[in-house]
């Protein structure tokens, strides 16, 4: 595997220098380099590296939780603005769409421009987008504001994740790192929904955006005073964006994500999701011939062909599609079933969150330098798959600490096993120069998978529902019994939803176990030392 702080003279995948034999035929990375990794330039007297973690991971924070922030808001912004039942969607999607197609660009973009300065330039470009929204007199000009908050959380999402790979470099500094970048990528969603219901309790909905402004200003100060383009991350100087690859790419992905977000709304039989996802499927695949032709691809066909990095980014947007799926059905039975505010479902939330940052700073981030990555990965998947499943015995009767609370703590230390292991291996092995797309690609299944599971897990919800309802009897009924029936209903769809979430972990735990074959970094560093 390479190091992309090496800068030696042995032919490899780094900068000015011929990239030798694809990656992924030299053999399965793990998720640190396989050599003592040589520290880059000013890495050992940078003092300031740990509050450089600081920014970044801010700067991640902010990015995650605007996706489930507005959520809470929405019912308020949509009573002040006139938005109607059909278009208030946009709010949500707009980001989405924006984000989610935008990705791969965003992080080529990085590559050749530098990561800092697109890091800034992201930043910048958020906190501007997010005090339009925050100001907006109307529909159009909201959903204007949040698809540009998705491009410039394009770019700063890689960027943020490129930065830290090239940052840290070295195993328990490696683990660590990705230990938080991770708990706060995982808790997030949750932290979103947490500061949501404060902000539109105590403040306004339009705080939901206007939070975003300081945020940014301090990671932009701390961006210029702490972070440094490393050799290797100022930029490729003389490289071309590849036009069609760009068009092919976040043209396929703008409309599988369009689909999907429409599939949960109309229907999967309908023309347009059909459409829009038979569409997405041809550019999709169109990228993917494109990219093995081309002299400079927007992602290089290595990046994903490596099984340990393909295979962590098929769990991470396997593992997303649960934990949207939760985040989705709990925070509708809180509020609907057992009738909560939204800041007492956000707090509701509270466990879940502290979970996956324990999983992921104190199990993952100590365990995964002396472990495979699969040994973390297959257990936290179960266990997340375990939390899910204990869910599904939930009714309308069921009270929080009793039989909520311990299903959300099995989920959320599931998770934090799970994301740390699965974005540190995904992201590892890459030149320096690919560094951004790589992260990028890690972002998008992240951003696919919660694409899928919104949409797949609510079709599910909505169809049990209605099958129930169908088969139930529903006349004679006085109007507390149909209030009744219809909340039963609505729970058993929900329960039927998380069972399938939970499944699909477990295909996911099946995946790390049989397709994640890295050792640990321990392991890999004795054997280089005991070659001649």
Known sequence: MSDPANSGGRPG?????????????????????????????????????WWALAVIATAQLMVVLDATIVNIALPSAQRELGLTNGNRQWVITAYTLAFGGLL?????????????????????????????????TGPEMLFLARALQGAFAALLAPSALSLLTTTFTRGDERAKAFGVFSALAGAGSAIGLLVGGVLTEFLSWRWCLYVNVPIA????????????????TRGTHGAHLDIPGVVLGCGGLVALVYGLSEAEIQGWGAPLVLGLLAGGAALLSGFAWWQTRTPGPL???HIVRDRNRGGSMLIMCLTTIGLFGAFL???????????????????AFLPLTA?????????SARLLPHVPPRYLLGPGLLLGAAGLYSLTFIDTHSSYPAHILPGTVLLGLGLGLTFMPAIATGTSGVAARDSGVTSATVNTAQQVGGSIGTALLN???????STYLAAAKTTGLTPPERTALVNTATVHGFTVALAWAAAILIAAAVVAVLVITGASPRTRESATDASP
């Open 329 to 347: 059905f709990m925070t509708y039975f809180l509020q609907t079933v057992l009738g909560y505010s939204p800041l007492r479902t956000g707090l």
């Open 13 to 49: 995948p780094y900068p000015g220098q011929d990239p030798g034999p694809d990656p992924s035929q030299r053999g399965s990375p793990g998720p640190y380099p396989s050599r003592h990794p040589r520290p880059e330039p000013g890495a050992e007297t940078d003092t300031h590296r």
């Open 217 to 232: 200003a301090i990671a932009v100060v701390g961006a210029y005073t702490l972070l440094s383009d490393r050799a290797g």
């Open 104 to 136: 791969l660009l965003g992080g080529r973009i990085a590559d050749l421009a530098g990561r800092k300065r697109t890091f800034v330039i992201g930043l910048i470009g958020f906190a501007a987008a997010s005090a339009i929204g925050g100001a907006s």
């Open 355 to 363: 979970s996956i940052v324990i999983g992921s700073t104190q199990i």
């Open 299 to 301: 992602l290089p066909p």
């Open 459 to 465: 079709t599910i919800a909505i169809t049990t529902t």
